[in-house]
């Protein structure tokens, strides 16, 4: 199996390439967005969305984009889980149920990876 964290470091930036792509081109102009790794714990990675006012430097604004399962296993809350599934954020605190992807599938995580995170499941 491919190292984890060389595939967690392809998918963020593969997220943060999905983000620059249909960001427009006004509020690029002004606001520099950086998906960032928070929050690393035994379960799961939280990576946030940050955007940053380019002339002042200061944070606008700070938002969950998605998190990723760090090992297997199983909560009560998401059922199981195996490492490197991509989970939509339920909230700032914890994934939703359902895995989106994997960062270790043929889509390197990113098939159901959408400007601000990962998709509904249906």
């Not at 392809?10 to 520099?32: N, R, W, Y």
């Not at 799961?44 to 984009?65: F, G, L, M, P, Q």
């Not at 195996?82 to 939703?96: C, E, I, M, S, T």
Request: charged share 30%.
């Amino acid at each position: 199996m491919q190292d984890f964290d060389k595939a967690l470091e392809q998918f963020i930036e593969g997220c943060q390439k999905t983000f620059d792509e249909s960001h427009p081109a006004v509020l690029a102009a002004m606001v520099e967005v950086k998906l960032v790794i928070r929050n690393r714990n035994a379960k799961y990675i939280a990576i946030d969305r940050v955007e940053t006012n380019k002339e002042s430097k200061k944070v606008v604004t700070a938002s969950v984009h998605c998190f990723v399962a760090a090992k297997d296993g199983h909560t009560k809350g998401l059922g199981s889980f195996k490492q490197g599934d991509v989970l939509k954020a339920a909230g700032f605190k914890a994934p939703a149920k359902g895995a989106r992807g994997n960062i270790f599938d043929e889509h390197k995580g990113l098939g159901r990876m959408g400007r601000f995170g990962p998709g509904y499941n249906n």
